[in-house]
């Protein structure tokens, strides 16, 4: 598909139809929506990794036949392509599959991806993520997202409860995340921090969330 001296893009030589006038993204989608079909598993494989690529929210609908009737591999790539068209009906198949961890592909790629969610609709399917993954790199990514992008009070329960998670990063997420939810100065690191002043940051707003914040209603 593509030769410009630095790489290549291995594609499904199935084309779709001759979109004339359409923009280049359509007609790239209607070739790899016409690749789902190719009887070469890689060359699936391929359609649909180059369809969350596009990140067209009109390939959900074939994404999701897909995630439904593919084989596992097909559907995982599926669910990582539909999460990149911005797809959050899918959040609670994210949650079974990263349940079970994230430390290989698609589902790394996956809980990659869930850092830059930024849907309102998203905030109770990660939060129920967040509550059920065991993977680093899905903690941090969803405590991002939570507190980064979305900044939606209802998560500022589930933010405390990672103040005590076993990784850095993503107690460092958490202290982020309740900061700019709550303004609470305990949760708020110094002007011109640097890694040390993290831990007894996280020890200062733990305290303030055990004797004043989880009292409050977050609702």
Avoid at 119 to 124: F, N, R, W
Avoid at 162 to 168: C, G, Q, Y
Wanted: glycine share 8%.
């Amino acid at each position: 598909m593509i030769d410009d001296c630095e790489g290549a893009l291995t594609i499904s030589p199935l084309r779709g139809p001759n979109l004339y006038s359409s923009s280049w993204s359509q007609q790239m989608e209607a070739d790899f929506l016409a690749g789902l079909d190719d009887l070469d598993p890689q060359a699936r494989l391929a359609s649909i990794q180059r369809l969350g690529g596009l990140k067209l929210p009109s390939s959900r609908d074939a994404l999701n036949r897909i995630i439904q009737s593919g084989d596992e591999l097909e559907s995982k790539w599926a669910v990582y392509a539909a999460l990149r068209t911005g797809d959050i009906s899918i959040l609670p198949r994210v949650d079974r599959l990263l349940a079970r961890g994230d430390a290989n592909l698609p589902e790394s790629a996956i809980a990659l991806e869930l850092q830059k969610v930024a849907d309102p609709g998203a905030v109770t399917g990660l939060i129920e993520i967040l509550r059920d993954s065991s993977g680093e790199i899905t903690r941090e990514c969803v405590l991002i997202a939570l507190g980064e992008n979305l900044k939606d009070r209802r998560a500022v329960p589930s933010l405390a409860a990672h103040l005590s998670d076993r990784d850095l990063g993503s107690r460092y997420n958490a202290l982020n995340g309740l900061k700019n939810l709550t303004a609470e100065q305990s949760c708020t690191l110094p002007e011109g921090w640097q890694e040390a002043d993290v831990p007894p940051q996280v020890s200062s707003c733990s305290l303030w969330w055990d004797q004043v914040g989880r009292f409050r209603d977050w609702n």
